[in-house]
């Protein structure tokens, strides 16, 4: 497809269950960009990708969040043992230019539920 | 606290009213987006401005950047129900690599017909 694409789009997780959502961005982008949506917020930043170097991090609200793009192409954020405060929709973005973020095109993210 | 500070938070208005959304921040951003998100999708881009007093004009829908490059304000003309949606401003800090977009809380508007 022409845009980036998220799956799971909607994913039900027990609490303690470790889940892995997948991005798969537009096609020669070379950033990418993860970021939280809790239900009536804005986004806030996650992690940021250039290529498959992991330049930024500071976002990952803890140790139990973790995100990888080992090709420089796809990637995942996994998190492990999940919580209920971890219930958002993920979103992920991806960009043409290297720290490209304001050219920056989003997926329909993820909604990540955590029962 | 968000760096970002929208209001209002919820609009409800008749179609053909005019509005108009505030974005305050106490911070320098080099450049601040306008995005329009519908329940189950992503944030798509309306607009970006860079440059401190800035005015862009798409339809109905009228842009502007504070002279400080601090604040933004989104005004849209006779609103119809097709504008209905989460309006969120987002700006990358002037003190940032450029590789992080703060966002704020969101607008969410309602166009009755």
């Known amino acids: 497809g022409a845009g980036v694409s998220q799956s799971p789009r909607y994913k039900v997780a027990k609490r303690g269950q470790d889940v892995a959502l997948r991005c798969d961005p537009i096609s020669g982008h070379v950033s990418l960009f993860w970021y939280q949506q809790a239900l009536g917020q804005g986004p806030e930043f996650l992690t940021y990708f250039q290529n498959e170097a992991q330049l930024d991090k500071s976002g990952l609200p803890s140790d139990r969040f973790f995100a990888e793009r080992p090709e420089g192409s796809v990637s995942t954020l996994k998190i492990q043992r999940t919580q209920q405060e971890d219930s958002a929709v993920y979103l992920c973005a991806s960009s043409l230019v290297e720290g490209g973020v304001t050219e920056a095109f989003f997926g329909q993210g993820t909604r990540l539920t955590v029962v | 606290t968000q760096l970002l500070e929208q209001s209002p938070q919820f609009l409800s208005i008749q179609e053909g009213e005019n509005l108009t959304v505030y974005c305050n921040s106490s911070?320098?951003?080099?450049?601040l987006q306008w995005y329009r998100q519908e329940p189950g999708e992503g944030p798509v881009l309306l607009v970006t401005?860079?440059?401190?007093?800035e005015v862009k004009k798409l339809k109905r829908l009228t842009f502007q950047f504070g002279d400080a490059r601090k604040d933004s304000s989104l005004h849209i003309t006779a609103a119809q129900p097709g504008d209905t949606g989460l309006y969120l401003c987002a700006g990358a800090p002037i003190d940032n690599a450029g590789n992080m977009l703060t966002f704020g809380g969101g607008t969410r508007l309602m166009v009755k017909p």
């Open positions: 401005v860079v440059t401190g007093g």
């Open positions: 911070s320098v951003f080099s450049s």
